[in-house]
């Protein structure tokens, strides 16, 4: 079975620092382009981030620009999100999330495969 497992989120102070790591496993990893979605309390599931399998790809959501970075160890199949500067707007819980096409990542529904989610707090 295909598993995406996140990992890495906690409380910080704003201006802080975290990051998040996303193991995959039971599918080629090197099919499908990798991404973060969030999703506060009360609110819709936002786009964070995507990256291709050949990180000349990469999408940012306006609001994270400057601040995140994702990347991706294809050796090792993981994706990771470095999120600094980080806000209170940055509270909620991270999904990790795989699909074989970048587009799918703007859209923010119908993906291949989600993981679990890891709750990130950014105290003010």
């Known amino acids: 079975q295909v598993q995406l497992v996140e990992s890495g989120g906690g409380l910080v102070q704003a201006g802080g620092s975290l990051k998040l790591s996303c193991v995959v496993s039971g599918l080629t990893f090197s099919g499908y382009s990798m991404g973060w979605f969030r999703q506060a309390p009360g609110k819709d599931r936002e786009f964070v981030a995507a990256i291709s399998w050949s990180p000349s790809n990469i999408n940012y959501a306006d609001s994270v620009k400057g601040r995140f970075t994702i990347s991706r160890d294809n050796a090792k199949n993981t994706v990771a999100l470095q999120m600094n500067s980080l806000e209170p707007e940055d509270t909620a819980v991270y999904y990790c999330?795989?699909?074989?096409?970048?587009?799918?990542?703007?859209?923010?529904?119908?993906?291949?495969?989600w993981g679990q989610g890891t709750q990130v707090t950014v105290a003010s």
């Open positions: 999330a795989a699909d074989r096409y970048m587009v799918t990542f703007r859209r923010g529904s119908g993906l291949e495969y």
